[in-house]
């Protein structure tokens, strides 16, 4: 995102449009979005963490989301990704693709942006750039997060061990069962379950370098995301079904809708491969964070992911998780 002089920002175009939506948001390494590029230092001792997402309507968001909640979406499950290899938030850019005579108005990005804020503050982030152009076609939306973290100490999903316990944090499956909700396919007169589509809590602020082996955030469906560090990590992942937290929104709805749970998408909570000497150290960091963690199975050796029922027997896996081919 590039500016132009104040004169052309008080007019109409693309720089006015930026000056008047994505300025307020920027960081001094933006350089007041007037420049080709941002000027960003690393620290010495540490190394930067980079994420990338993109949302489009109608594949990640729906048309009638409220526009103050895209912005923080696509913002939190980046920086889901950040927490997930033990990064704190630090900058971000974004790049916007508008669909041509529709109704993203002055008032739609207003709200847009005022959301974006509401985060920068909650996360301790702040714009550095991006690009704005239109399309005949859906709206996109794209990020690129940095966060930061000492040298050698990123977690990874390669690293699990046979022995380790598997944790996840927060409750699984709420934001499947949440689009199901806003498409009109389920019913929560709570809410709660749209809200948990809509805004991911990122679970940042965890420091578990040195307690856990393996992380990755789920994203993709719980079974999928452990079948991606089963196949990183050369092992094997059990999950007992029984033991995956269910929020009190999803539980009322009944055991029919277990496999949407667990093999849906969205969650944005961290999974987690943890010796079971260091659990305490684990459970303890998580308290510390606010963040709750549960313990939901084992690593073995073999390969892929092995799901049990409350006696112990394999569920025969027929789905997996989101895929985009």
Same mark, same amino acid.
């Given at each position: 995102?590039?500016?132009?002089?104040?004169?052309?920002?008080?007019?109409?175009?693309?720089?006015?449009?930026?000056?008047?939506?994505? *300025?307020?948001?920027?960081?001094?390494?933006?350089?007041?979005?007037?420049?080709?590029?941002?000027?960003?230092?690393?620290?010495?001792?540490?190394?930067?963490?980079?994420?990338?997402?993109?949302?489009?309507?109608?594949?990640?968001?729906?048309?009638?989301?409220?526009?103050?909640?895209?912005?923080?979406? #696509?913002? *939190?499950?980046? @920086?889901?990704?950040?927490?997930?290899?033990? =990064?704190?938030?630090?900058?971000?850019?974004?790049?916007?693709?508008?669909?041509?005579?529709?109704?993203?108005?002055?008032?739609?990005?207003?709200?847009?942006?005022?959301?974006?804020?509401?985060?920068?503050?909650?996360?301790?982030?702040?714009?550095?750039?991006?690009?704005?152009?239109?399309?005949?076609?859906?709206?996109?939306?794209?990020?690129?997060?940095?966060?930061?973290?000492?040298?050698?100490?990123?977690?990874?999903?390669?690293?699990?061990?046979?022995?380790?316990?598997?944790?996840?944090?927060?409750?699984?499956?709420?934001?499947?069962?949440?689009?199901?909700? @806003?498409?009109?396919? #389920?019913?929560?007169?709570?809410?709660?379950? =749209?809200?948990?589509?809509?805004?991911?809590?990122? *679970?940042?602020?965890?420091?578990?370098?040195?307690?856990?082996?393996? =992380?990755?955030?789920?994203?993709?469906?719980?079974?999928?995301?452990?079948?991606?560090?089963?196949?990183?990590?050369?092992?094997?992942?059990?999950?007992?079904?029984?033991?995956?937290? =269910?929020?009190?929104?999803?539980?009322?709805?009944?055991?029919?809708?277990?496999?949407?749970?667990?093999?849906?998408?969205?969650?944005?909570?961290?999974?987690?491969?943890?010796?079971?000497?260091?659990?305490?150290?684990?459970?303890?960091?998580?308290?510390?964070?606010?963040?709750?963690?549960?313990?939901?199975?084992?690593?073995?050796?073999?390969?892929?992911?092995?799901?049990?029922?409350?006696?112990?027997?394999?569920?025969?896996?027929?789905?997996?998780?989101?895929?985009?081919?």
């Amino acid at each position: 995102m590039t500016g132009t002089s104040d004169p052309e920002n008080a007019g109409s175009g693309e720089f006015s449009f930026i000056a008047r939506h994505f *300025r307020p948001l920027a960081g001094a390494e933006a350089l007041d979005l007037r420049d080709d590029c941002a000027l960003m230092r690393c620290p010495v001792g540490e190394e930067f963490a980079i994420s990338t997402d993109t949302m489009v309507e109608n594949v990640h968001f729906l048309s009638d989301d409220p526009p103050e909640t895209l912005g923080r979406k #696509l913002l *939190r499950c980046n @920086l889901s990704d950040l927490a997930a290899m033990g =990064a704190r938030p630090h900058a971000y850019t974004l790049n916007v693709t508008v669909p041509r005579g529709g109704r993203h108005d002055e008032s739609w990005f207003s709200a847009f942006s005022h959301g974006l804020a509401e985060d920068q503050r909650r996360y301790g982030v702040h714009l550095i750039g991006g690009d704005t152009t239109s399309i005949s076609g859906p709206l996109v939306l794209s990020a690129t997060v940095f966060g930061l973290l000492k040298q050698n100490t990123a977690l990874r999903r390669n690293t699990a061990s046979a022995g380790d316990d598997i944790w996840v944090t927060g409750t699984i499956g709420d934001a499947a069962l949440g689009l199901l909700v @806003l498409q009109g396919k #389920l019913k929560d007169s709570s809410g709660f379950l =749209a809200t948990r589509y809509r805004l991911p809590q990122p *679970r940042t602020g965890l420091n578990l370098h040195g307690i856990v082996n393996a =992380a990755m955030d789920i994203s993709d469906g719980l079974i999928q995301d452990c079948g991606h560090i089963a196949t990183e990590s050369g092992v094997q992942l059990v999950i007992e079904s029984e033991a995956v937290p =269910a929020s009190e929104a999803a539980a009322s709805l009944g055991q029919n809708w277990l496999m949407q749970r667990l093999c849906g998408g969205d969650d944005y909570e961290l999974l987690l491969t943890c010796p079971p000497e260091r659990s305490r150290a684990l459970q303890s960091a998580c308290q510390d964070a606010g963040i709750p963690v549960h313990r939901i199975g084992r690593v073995q050796t073999g390969r892929g992911v092995r799901l049990l029922d409350a006696i112990g027997a394999d569920i025969v896996l027929e789905q997996g998780g989101w895929q985009h081919f």
